[in-house]
């Protein structure tokens, strides 16, 4: 009998067709990455700020004093026994000093480092430091290898006994830069060495994982060089951050819609001799689905354009183009290739046409007639459970200082440990303040008047513009140092006249950490509701989702609370990072209600046969396990991130693996499944469902 589908997406139908595909997309694909991709550098932080923060403005009447372009590097001595610094100690460092500036002024391209001021010794003499200026220009790339210069240096010359910490803002740079340098090849290669091995956990065949693996793969490296060639059109910084978790995203999602599409193949094949015909019945049944997940996805990074923060407006540029590229790439280029390769592919569980089906849906049957028995009981008690595990965040903390954005301790953190233990703890970061020249004793006055700021000093200027450079009696990035901050800023605003700004390290985090709450505040609502307009077209109807809307918030909040815990007990992080929550919820967001739409468009189609119940229960069963092998992929797939040194990046792989599993293991396995038998017809208001008689599919 003649198939009555709807292909919209257009389908191979002989092998010919299909090895012509495939010969085509090598060709285009092959062609796109000939071309050398930009380099990709770590942009400074201030350049991520809005232009009306105070520390943009700081930066850029700072760039144009003379001697303005460097920034200070904090160089601290200490003897290996923790003794004092002998006389000879301190001679010794001080006939080397020349050596280190040299160090840093040869390194390619060459700059002018200098020497700011004297050795400062402590009164106990355990501790002392240089303070060497660091020229910026012409990147953080150049910094980083001057710093790595200078370190290498003070290895060759130190006094037998000493030992010395390079830390500073130029210090903090290099070292977070080499949580980058190769990053994405690591993070790349266990994300493949996961996916491999989930794939053949999967399929249970030595060759079929291979397939999808290689199709996603291709899609990854596709999106990431086509990302880095339309970047710097559109005004777009990649970082290594960003670029990072887009290829995480690429990987798991693409990998999630592989798996759908496949799993829905298999089936049509145990009912088709013909597996064109089957692959069309496949992809017309499972698209709708992977291209509402995927457009659900792909607006809601879309989104994360209008972010003020370059960084967020990076990533979300990244994302959204890797997602509609792996959904091409999956809805077109599978196909082929799995026609291409026969039934064969399946090898040795090969499906067979009027075969039963395996095992599947055996487990989830005993769970949906469980749910079905008992719909308002699961109901309430899996809503309770969310509920319950959502008070575990109650406590949580946010902000992690300079010296707390490591998993390890690098050398700059160490040097700025010891140097807090002998110095006021901002020796090493200095809070910049600008104002006009003719009111620098105004200005002067005023700033070491405010409570927190240990001295205040002079620096370069010009018959327009002068720095001031104040020392803070806190630690860099702690929120005793951003409460002094404010505090400046708010004396300086009183200097009639002055125009001053505040800026520096300590005030671009603070900036930093303002904007990104702006954002969320912006984002979050216009996330919640593109996902619920992609919904509402999908179901046609109100009520159910609404409910899936409230499921994924509640896994949510559940999955914060849990991580919280997590983060306290067993990695004993102080809190969590800037912007970690809202990247949290961003995808959990997005790619949770993936699961739902998985569930509930296939139960849509299932309803009209069996009617509500039946058929969420019969959808259940169908998808059960695919969803539930994605759920835990993507998860595994996001857990890759904790390998980088960074908190904040190990935090937000934390939350979306719990918070992916709640959303597969609970809420689409029983709470999703529970509120539909529950609610019956009324699930899907205003649509009317009527079922006809029941029929075995």
Not at 322 to 342: N, R, S
Not at 373 to 389: D, I, Q
Request: glycine share 8%.
């Amino acid at each position: 009998m003649p198939s009555t589908e709807r292909h919209f997406i257009p389908t191979p139908r002989r092998t010919r067709g299909a090895l012509g595909f495939l010969l085509l997309f090598v060709v285009v694909v092959g062609a796109v990455m000939s071309f050398a991709a930009p380099s990709t550098t770590q942009p400074s932080a201030v350049d991520g700020l809005p232009h009306s923060s105070q520390s943009w403005v700081a930066s850029q009447l700072q760039s144009s004093l003379p001697q303005s372009l460097s920034q200070p590097a904090i160089i601290v001595f200490v003897r290996s026994d923790y003794r004092a610094l002998s006389a000879s100690d301190v001679a010794a460092l001080n006939a080397r000093s020349a050596a280190m500036v040299r160090a840093v002024s040869d390194t390619a391209p060459r700059s002018a480092a200098s020497l700011l001021g004297a050795l400062q010794i402590s009164p106990s003499r355990e501790v002392a430091f240089f303070a060497l200026a660091v020229p910026t220009a012409p990147s953080n790339n150049a910094v980083s290898d001057r710093v790595v210069a200078l370190r290498k240096e003070l290895h060759l010359v130190l006094p037998v006994g000493v030992v010395a910490y390079v830390t500073g803002a130029p210090a903090f740079t290099t070292d977070l830069s080499k949580v980058f340098n190769g990053a994405n090849t690591t993070l790349l290669l266990a994300t493949v060495l996961v996916v491999a091995l989930l794939l053949i956990i999967t399929y249970r065949s030595p060759l079929l994982w291979l397939v999808p693996l290689i199709v996603v793969g291709v899609a990854d490296q596709a999106s990431g060089q086509l990302a880095a060639h339309l970047a710097p059109h559109l005004g777009i910084r990649l970082d290594g951050s960003s670029t990072g978790i887009a290829e995480v995203l690429v990987f798991g999602a693409g990998t999630d819609y592989a798996l759908l599409l496949i799993a829905r193949y298999r089936d049509q094949l145990r009912h088709q001799a013909d597996r064109f015909a089957a692959m069309r019945v496949a992809v017309s049944r499972t698209g709708e689905a992977v291209l509402a997940s995927g457009t659900t996805v792909t607006i809601s990074l879309g989104l994360l354009m209008l972010a003020s923060m370059s960084s967020t407006r990076a990533l979300g540029f990244a994302g959204a183009l890797g997602i509609v590229i792996a959904m091409a790439f999956v809805l077109l280029v599978l196909p082929a290739a799995l026609l291409a390769c026969g039934r064969g592919i399946f090898w040795p569980l090969v499906p067979r046409v009027g075969e039963t089906r395996h095992s599947d849906g055996r487990l989830f049957a005993r769970v949906g007639a469980f749910v079905e028995r008992r719909s308002t009981v699961v109901a309430v008690g899996g809503a309770v459970m969310l509920l319950a595990a959502s008070t575990l965040g109650l406590g949580l903390k946010v902000g992690l200082s300079t010296t707390q954005q490591f998993t390890a301790t690098p050398e700059s953190v160490t040097g700025q440990t010891i140097l807090a233990s002998a110095f006021p703890a901002g020796s090493s970061d200095p809070a910049i303040i600008m104002t006009r020249t003719d009111h620098v004793g105004a200005t002067l006055a005023a700033a070491r008047l405010v409570a927190g700021v240990t001295s205040v000093v002079a620096g370069p200027h010009d018959p327009t513009w002068s720095e001031l450079d104040a020392t803070l009696a806190a630690s860099p990035g702690s929120p005793a140092s951003f409460n002094t901050i404010d505090a400046l800023r708010s004396a300086l605003a009183h200097v009639g006249g002055a125009h001053a700004a505040v800026g520096g390290d300590v005030a671009v985090s603070l900036d930093a950490a303002r904007a990104s709450n702006n954002d969320t505040w912006l984002l979050v609502p216009l996330i919640l509701l593109v996902v619920m307009l992609v919904l509402i077209g999908l179901l046609r109807s109100l009520v159910a989702p609404l409910l899936l809307l409230a499921t994924v918030g509640l896994s949510y909040f559940a999955a914060l609370g849990i991580s919280w815990v997590i983060f306290q007990h067993v990695n004993h992080f102080p809190a969590l990072g800037t912007g970690t929550a809202f990247y949290g919820f961003l995808f959990l967001v997005a790619l949770g209600v993936d699961y739902n739409i998985f569930l509930t468009s296939r139960a849509k189609e299932e309803t009209v046969l069996r009617g509500t119940a039946q058929g969420m229960l019969a959808a259940l069963r169908s998808t059960g396990g695919v969803i539930t092998s994605a759920g835990i992929l993507l998860a595994s797939v996001f857990a890759v991130l904790g390998i980088l040194p960074l908190i904040q990046l190990t935090q937000i792989g934390i939350i979306v693996f719990v918070g992916v599993l709640l959303d597969t293991l609970l809420v689409r396995t029983v709470l999703v499944p529970a509120l539909a038998i529950w609610l019956g017809d009324r699930f899907w208001w205003p649509s009317r469902r009527e079922s006809s008689a029941p029929v075995e599919r």
